[in-house]
T-cell receptor, first 114, second 114 residues
Framework: AQTVTQSQPEMSVQEAETVTLSCTYD???????LFWYKQPPSRQMILVIR??????QNATENRFSVNFQKAAKSFSLKISDSQLGDAAMYFC???????????FGAGTRLTVKP | NAGVTQTPKFQVLKTGQSMTLQCAQD?????MSWYRQDPGMGLRLIHY???????DQGEVPNGYNVSRSTTEDFPLRLLSAAPSQTSVYFC?????????????FGPGTRLTVL
């Protein structure tokens, strides 16, 4: 089964600065999808960004971008110009196209300091 | 358009009691799923459904039952609640079972089993 590892339980960043959250995964599949979800204190899971494994180009969504390294099985999230509203738990997730399974990492709690 | 709704938001049960967590979506999504989120862990898939009348087990199905009689509804039943089932439960849906489609999450139900 696929596993997703987030090695940083907590991270902090100064407002307006840039922070990178790490994620690695283990899989034998060649095609799959990767996601970053944000969970603020409201508990709502909000999709931040997604990456399709067969696409070499890194996904970007406004201030959020990823560094997808398929060979290294690494999928980090970069948040630029951090804002107070970015403070939340961030989860990395892997979804297999074969068995409808979705695996999440344990999460990284991001604090944004004013 | 309400998206994915879950009821109740909070619930306290005694060991051995049964209950049903409700989940509904109004987006005509074929794929629906249930996750649980425990402290220090990411979401784990309990059961999922790829359409009305079709369900399957996820990573942690024991102690839970599901059915899908309509496209809109996907209730999760706890047959005999145990303290180990204390968790936050999320329902999610997507247009199709394929990994290409984004999953939309409900607001969650916090369940405590005494």
């Amino acid at each position: 089964a696929q596993t997703v590892t987030q090695s940083q339980p907590e991270m902090s960043v100064q407002e307006a600065e840039t922070v990178t959250l790490s994620c690695t995964y283990d899989t034998s599949e060649s095609d799959y999808y990767l996601f970053w979800y944000k969970q603020p204190p409201s508990r709502q899971m909000i999709l931040v960004i997604r990456q399709e494994a067969y696409k070499q180009q890194n996904a970007t969504e406004n201030r959020f971008s990823v560094n997808f390294q398929k060979a290294a099985k690494s999928f980090s999230l970069k948040i630029s110009d951090s804002q107070l509203g970015d403070a939340a738990m961030y989860f990395c997730a892997y979804r297999s196209p074969l068995n409808n399974d979705m695996r999440f990492g344990a999460g990284t709690r991001l604090t944004v300091k004013p | 358009n309400a998206g994915v709704t879950q009821t109740p938001k909070f619930q306290v049960l005694k060991t051995g009691q049964s209950m049903t967590l409700q989940c509904a979506q109004d987006m005509n999504h074929e794929y629906m799923s249930w996750y649980r989120q425990d402290p220090g862990m990411g979401l784990r898939l309990i059961h999922y459904s790829v359409g009305a009348g079709i369900t399957d087990q996820g990573e942690v199905p024991n102690g839970y039952n599901v059915s899908r009689s309509t496209t809109e509804d996907f209730p999760l039943r706890l047959l005999s609640a145990a303290p180990s089932q204390t968790s936050v439960y999320f329902c999610a849906s997507s247009y199709s079972p394929g990994a290409r489609d984004t999953q939309y999450f409900g607001p969650g139900t916090r369940l405590t089993v005494l």
